[in-house]
């Protein structure tokens, strides 16, 4: 188990805002490391800064102090955020001019010049999520359940070693949300990448090999 | 295809959607203002081009003219006809006189023309409307046709005609006897000023009434298809003999020729304000469109998109809008240029004025002429202009950072 390596290092994290006069401290110095393959879930109080922290891990957003490494390097261009890293969202932002297969297609696009293969891969995709007869669709004439779905595939689609999901069951109802997080964590075990899950049901934490709380900006066990 | 120009396409042509309708009015915007330009270029350059014709078919490409008189027109024409391009000649002598028809008096301008060679560098053929033109001699004149209306003189009509020569008789106490010319010819070149008063005679009864001996007063030049007349005017002053300056007929006309440019400039700077306000309801759209579409600007930032492909993706929307809107324009303009003159039909029908529209601008066919430059001129300025409408909304999309679009409800 041990010697997997690390995906994702994170050090001595710190993140503040602005707010009025004074600043927020969100973060004050978290320690994380994601191993290859590994499930990791994250819980903590609405505003406790989960959301915060998975942008810092994914590249979006700068930390005010701390050290980051992604697979060993501790720069993450744009590009290579799209092929390291699969997000997935509590509002799914899917692109609404285009059908489910295009939608998934598009993280592949953003890499360069798609072919057969490609095609081919994202229907898979769909027909895994259970949405093989649904790929004509655009977002809006899908449920809730099924653009998340959607979203996943996308995330999935290239081959990403690490997914970060910010409360992707957060605009649905249980059974569309047991639904989504089942697919995640057997995709996801299914192609060895590894998750970091944030989340508010403890059930769905419970599922993931690694469970840690967020409280007063640092990381406390369960 | 790159990635940005694909999703470009897609948001302005959605998939499932069949009339995307702000990508609808963004193009008819610049259509419209693409097509208005190609109307009244085309326009403008038909007149031009009549006006152009004219102007040729009445005094050749190039005139060569001495100080005063041209005494040996022979050898002046022999000289210019070596020139290469030079296709024909023909000498001149015009000048002022008065007729008199059933006591009406008229005072046209009078051209003298070498009936044997005037053809091949002046149509005048073309232009008669009543009566032969080959049957102009010596004793007789061909008028242009408001002056015959104003004399009320027909074929036949024989009309007197007092030359300035006759007022140094008449200091001499001679008898003033008038040259009498019989009418055999009206011509209608379709310019008000031309047809208003002008006679024709042959070149030896001017020399005649002018009292010129065997002198001219210049030479009319004709040049082949497609001679510049700039080069050929300057190669035929090079090979003249002393007397005579040759001024090609964009020379001679030059005011004129600027007046009309400047118009047309000016109409086309006017009216390629429409493509600018139709650039500014394209920018105002694809604005709107950066705002309602922020979370899925943050998104591609997070899927691994530059700010630069953002940008590029808003950007390329502005060009497809200018390059659709364009092509449609053109489609638009070119289709009514075709259909111009039913238009027209159709619009004096309406409004009744079909007799006025004749008598004030001497045509009943719109002309239509588009110049290459021109149509590059005004796709080109089309397309800049929708390409900057996308710059601004690009550079917004661009500005924003992923993590606050996606945060952003
Ligand atoms: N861009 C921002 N500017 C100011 N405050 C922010 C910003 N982003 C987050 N915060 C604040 O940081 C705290 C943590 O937010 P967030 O990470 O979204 O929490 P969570 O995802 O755990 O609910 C909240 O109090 C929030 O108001
Ligand atoms: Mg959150």
Redesign the interface.
């Known amino acids: 188990m041990s010697n997997r390596p690390p995906i994702l290092q994170a050090r001595g994290l710190h993140k503040s805002y602005a707010s009025g006069a004074r600043r927020l401290q969100v973060l004050r110095g978290v320690e994380l490391t994601v191993l290859s393959g590994e499930s990791v879930s994250i819980r903590g109080e609405s505003g406790s800064g989960k959301s915060t922290l998975l942008n810092l891990l994914s590249g979006l957003d700068a930390p005010d102090a701390g050290e980051l490494q992604w697979e060993g390097e501790a720069t993450l261009s744009a590009a290579r955020r799209g092929r390291l890293i699969g997000l997935v969202f509590q509002s799914f932002y899917l692109v609404p001019e285009l059908d489910a297969l295009d939608n998934v297609l598009l993280a592949a696009r953003l890499q360069g010049p798609i072919g057969a293969a490609e095609r081919a891969r994202a229907c898979d995709l769909l027909g895994r999520v259970g949405l093989a007869d649904r790929t004509g669709h655009i977002p809006g004439k899908l449920s809730g359940g099924e653009r998340q779905r959607v979203a996943i595939a996308r995330a999935l689609m290239n081959k990403p070693p690490l997914i970060l999901a910010d409360e992707p069951t957060g605009n649905l109802d249980e059974g569309s949300g047991e639904a989504v997080i089942d697919l995640l964590l057997a995709l996801c075990a299914e192609s060895g990448c590894a998750l970091v899950l944030v989340t508010h049901n403890a059930a769905h934490a419970n599922r993931c090999a690694r469970r840690l709380f967020l409280r007063e900006g640092g990381f406390h066990p369960v | 295809m790159p ?1 940005p120009l ?2 470009a396409l ?2 302005l042509f ?3 959607r069949r009339f995307p309708f702000f990508t609808f009015i963004s193009i008819l915007g610049v259509a419209l203002g693409v097509g208005l330009l190609i109307v009244c270029i085309s326009v403008m350059g038909g007149f031009g081009r009549e006006i152009r014709n004219m102007i040729v078919n009445t005094q050749g490409e190039v005139q060569v003219r001495s100080e005063g008189l041209m005494q040996d027109p022979r050898a002046v024409m022999d000289a210019i006809e070596k020139v290469p391009g030079v296709l024909a000649t023909t000498p001149f002598a015009e000048g002022v006189v008065m007729l008199q028809y059933q006591n009406k008096p008229a005072f046209p301008a009078i051209q003298g023309v070498d009936a044997n060679r005037v053809d091949r560098v002046i149509p005048l053929r073309q232009f008669i409307v009543a009566g032969e033109y080959d049957a102009l001699d010596d004793d007789r004149v061909i008028l242009s046709a408001q002056l015959a209306m104003t004399l009320g003189a027909r074929l036949g009509s024989r009309i007197s005609v007092y030359s300035p020569l006759l007022l140094e008789k008449l200091k001499t106490d001679e008898i003033l006897i008038p040259r009498e010319l019989e009418v055999c010819g009206i011509f209608e070149i379709g310019h008000q000023q031309l047809d208003s008063s002008v006679v024709i005679v042959t070149l030896r009864t001017m020399q005649e009434l002018y009292g010129l001996g065997r002198a001219v007063h210049g030479v009319n030049v004709k040049l082949g298809e497609g001679i510049d007349p700039d080069r050929a005017t300057a190669d035929i002053n090079r090979a003249l003999p002393v007397d005579g300056v040759a001024k090609s007929w964009m020379d001679a006309n030059q005011e004129f020729l600027f007046v009309l440019q400047l118009e047309k400039n000016m109409i086309f700077f006017l009216l390629l304000f429409i493509i600018v306000v139709a650039a500014f309801s394209v920018a105002s759209s694809l604005l709107i469109a950066v705002v309602r579409k922020t ?2 600007i ?9 700010p630069g ?1 953002v940008a590029a993706c808003f950007c390329c929307q502005g060009v497809i809008i200018g390059i659709v809107g364009t092509a449609a324009g053109l489609g638009l303009g070119f289709a009514v240029v075709h259909f111009r003159n039913d238009l027209v039909a159709g619009f004096t029908r309406l409004t009744g004025s079909q007799a006025a529209l004749e008598r004030f601008y001497q045509f009943s066919q719109l002309p239509a002429y588009l110049s290459r430059t021109d149509l590059l001129l005004i796709i080109s300025s089309a397309l800049i202009v929708s390409t900057l409408a996308g710059l601004l909304p690009a550079w917004r999309a661009a500005k924003l950072k ?2 606050e679009a ?2 952003s409800e």
């Open positions: 990635w694909y999703l897609k948001q959605p998939t499932g979370r899925e943050g998104l591609l930032g997070a899927l691994g998109a530059s492909q992923p993590v996606l945060r």
